[in-house]
């Protein structure tokens, strides 16, 4: 199998607060982590691509100081959105690959930031 | 230009009936994977089956298959015998080959699938 966790689940904040999501692969080594951003009734979009042990890869338009990517080990990477702001309210999901292979990422059960 | 479009934004099914969700997709890339999800209210991403761009058959899992018709650039998803679990948002996404390496998915829009009793 091939489980990845997100934790917390659910977090709440208030404005200019810093919070930190943390994605794990559970069962495998994920060297290239993707971070996902979902508003409500719309679609994911790509953030960021986290590679372990560099500097993360991220989509045109995602300020790179606002939302800290830091992929430490092979089962780790955190996503901080720092001086959180009620617009950056959404749903946070990360997902992983497993070395060599393409065909399939596996999603954590995401991450909802609502800040106040 | 959209990427992947998913022009059925809602869908009601009868229950036991086959459904298709329509994707069509664009990309000058000649390597490339499409991918189909099921998202329930949970918000959990479910993989439900993939096909690659040099595939000859297409992909089938269970009682999904995806009906891909490259010069048409479309790959549709095929539910059988629908059952009322399957009610959820569906996604079609796209990964392409970029510079760098970088792999992450193009989603579409997604398709709200009820599945009526």
């Known amino acids: 199998g091939a489980v990845v966790s997100q934790h917390p689940s659910r977090v709440i904040c208030k404005s200019g607060t810093s919070v930190k999501i943390e994605c794990r692969s559970l069962?495998?080594?994920?060297?290239?982590m993707f971070w996902y951003r979902q508003f409500p009734k719309q679609s994911l979009m790509l953030m960021a691509t986290?590679?372990?042990?560099?500097?993360?890869?991220?989509e045109q338009g995602v300020e790179k100081d606002k939302f800290l990517i830091n992929h430490a080990s092979l089962t780790l990477s955190t996503l901080t959105v720092t001086s959180a702001h009620p617009e950056d309210s959404s749903f946070y999901i990360c997902?992983?690959?497993?070395?060599?292979?393409?065909?399939?990422?596996?999603f954590g059960p995401g991450t909802r930031l609502t800040v106040l | 230009a959209q990427k992947i479009t998913q022009t059925q934004p809602g869908m009601f099914v009868q229950e036991k009936e086959a459904v298709t969700l329509d994707c069509t997709y664009d990309?000058?890339?000649?390597?490339?994977?499409l991918f189909w999800y099921k998202q329930p209210s949970s918000g959990e991403m479910i993989f439900l089956i993939y096909?690659?761009?040099?595939?000859?058959q297409n992909a089938t899992e269970g009682r999904y298959s995806l009906n891909f018709q490259k010069a048409r650039k479309s790959a549709n998803l095929v539910i059988s015998a629908s059952q009322l679990g399957d009610s959820a948002m569906y996604f079609c996404?796209?990964?392409?080959?970029?510079?760098?390496?970088?792999?992450?998915?193009?989603f579409g829009k997604g398709t709200h699938l009820i599945i009526q009793p």
């Open positions: 996404a796209m990964r392409e080959a970029k510079r760098g390496g970088a792999d992450g998915l193009t």
């Open positions: 990309t000058s890339d000649p390597s490339y994977g």
């Open positions: 997902s992983a690959r497993k070395p060599g292979e393409y065909n399939e990422q596996f």
């Open positions: 986290s590679n372990e042990g560099s500097k993360a890869t991220y």
């Open positions: 069962d495998f080594q994920a060297t290239t």
């Open positions: 096909q690659g761009s040099y595939d000859q």
